[in-house]
């Protein structure tokens, strides 16, 4: 085999670190984007934020800044997580509805508000230390903490950790552990330390005044009959319990007022602030996308050092001209972002014209790829701007995701956005009767009335992402 050279001409792709840049400031969140901005600032001297009163900076074309857009407002949303699907039972809105708590009266004796500044953990280990208990109850009362969730629960059942603790204390028993627990499920929060859901409840229930109305009844409900009175089988309740139909409407509503997660008020929740990107106003009967400034960070190049190193560039020097340019690629590429967020943005508005003006059941269908037209992107960098990007408008904050969806076929041979259906569906659930709530196979039909063609598993799709419980749940007692 002979040895030979060849010269093959081809072409590929290589991405320069501006362009790596750019993709990687175009995904990040505008809150991601100020921490990667200060990490820059520190590590590289040629870069400054723009002061209005300093003149020691350099003007570089493309350099960060917008004006004549009002100030924002941060909007902080944090996430009210109250389920109860995880220890089995009734569902979020049902508690909702009565105000989830039973701390809602003043004078209650188990009042059971926020607590800031102090954990569940903490909480329970002050009561621990006032406590009459013997050093040996305290121990067993401590490991019992120690292996509650966030919700106030144990996390494992009482015989594995009765196991575990019997390596480390001698001569334990079963009967001293359930002793410990009896001592944990008396301290405040009332519920703290149930295995489940039916003992949480029965623990608050059971704390209550002998005489409040409904009590007994209550007790027996979440004590033996919680799936039932989840499923809203009436008759049975009724037959079981030997009650009338008024009484088991009021012990409902006690159970409802109760507090189905008690940990869950101490220690502060996460907040997530989220800094609008785009403002929408109607100027003129038109609907305009315009950047949030503050959300701008403004920056430029420190003209001071850019100055030394221009006279200087033939006597070495090599690390601040790169940090020169790295400067002036990152204020482009920033500019660059907020151009590309504003385009994007109003391509959106321009085709959700009608949401704006009458709300959800106007939102009409869009895909990423429509938009990749219209602003000659590809699909991929559609998808990395639309990505926790928000766009505050009359209608309140919106992510830019939000605007995309699915379709739907109409009678008319047109197409409906799955948000319009979702739309749609939660305003018949609320005009329904309690009484008689819509199956979904009913709600198929009123959509088939209206023109629009969608299955009934299509309907119980949408009705479960809205959180919606089906028509035997809705069903009032």
Known sequence: MKHSLQLKLGQHLTLTPQLQQSIRLLQLSTLELNQELEQMLQDNPLLEREDEDSATGETVEGATGVNGNESPEATASASDDSGLDAHGGLDDADWNDYGGTPG??????????PVSGSTLREHLLNQLIVSPLTLRDRTLVAALIDDLDESGFLSQPLADITAALA???????????ETALKHLQHMDPTGVGARNLAECLTLQLRALPSETPARDAAMQLTAHYLDLLAARDVGKLKKMLGIDDFTLRAARTLILSLNPRPGAAFGADEVHYVVPDVYVRKVKGMWIASLNADAMPKLRVNRVYADILARHRESGGNQLATQLQEARWLIKNVQQRFDTILRVSQAIVDRQ???????????????????AEAVELHESTISRVTTQKYMMTPRGLFE???????????ESGGACSSTAIRALIKQLV???????????GQLAEVLGQQGIV??????????ESLQIPPANMRRAL
């Not at 390596?167 to 552990?177: D, K, S, T």
């Not at 704006?356 to 429509?370: I, T």
């Not at 609320?430 to 979904?440: F, G, M, N, Q, T």
Request: proline residues 4%.
């Open 104 to 113: 809602d009266d003043e004078d209650s004796d188990h009042a059971q508000g």
């Open 167 to 177: 390596e480390e204390i001698e001569e334990l028993e079963p009967e001293e552990v």
């Open 353 to 371: 014209k009608h949401f704006f003006e009458h709300g959800e059941v106007a939102m009409r269908p869009l895909v990423l790829r429509e938009i």
């Open 400 to 410: 830019l995701k939000y605007f995309f969806g699915s379709h739907v076929a109409t």
């Open 430 to 440: 609320a005009a329904e009767s309690v009484r008689k709530p819509l199956s979904d």
């Open 454 to 463: 969608v299955a009934r598993r299509t309907v119980a799709k949408y009705r």
